[in-house]
Nanobody
Framework: QVQLVESGGGLVQAGGSLRLSCAASGRGRTFTSYAMGWFRQAPGKEREFVAAISWSGGTTYYADSVKGRFIISRDNVKNTVYLQMNSLKPEDTAVYYC???????????????????WGQGTRVTVSS
């Protein structure tokens, strides 16, 4: 069992940057047992994949809509995964969720069904 808590959301102007954090805690398996992902859900839309990272950080994958602007990383000592968001656009406005995949730590996946633990989300609003 792992608990995930996101932070770092807020209001930012278009072109600005934000850094989201997701802290993991819990008993049992270590943080490196999980591949981690970020998803987002905009108002009136379905949840969509943003980025994912393997247990070592050696493999990352991004949605086309954020590629070149967002960077996912993790600190396995601090049990935290990050999402650095640069050149933000109004269409990036959403609630951002981090998620943990306990079945495959080395392979990243874009499917939300493959993630079994989720945080409560942090809201990001980008003004034009």
């Amino acid at each position: 069992q792992v608990q995930l808590v996101e932070s770092g959301g807020g209001l930012v102007q278009a072109g600005g940057s934000l850094r989201l954090s997701c802290a993991a805690s819990g008993r049992g398996r270590t943080f490196t047992s999980y591949a981690m992902g970020w998803f987002r859900q905009a108002p009136g839309k379905e949840r969509e994949f943003v980025a994912a990272i393997s247990w070592s950080g050696g493999t990352t994958y991004y949605a086309d809509s954020v590629k070149g602007r967002f960077i996912i990383s993790r600190d396995n000592v601090k049990n935290t995964v990050y999402l650095q968001m640069n050149s933000l656009k109004p269409e990036d406005t959403a609630v951002y969720y981090c998620a943990a995949d306990s079945l495959s730590s080395a392979v990243v996946t874009t499917r939300d069904d493959d993630y079994d633990y989720w945080g409560q989300g942090t809201r990001v609003t980008v003004s034009s």
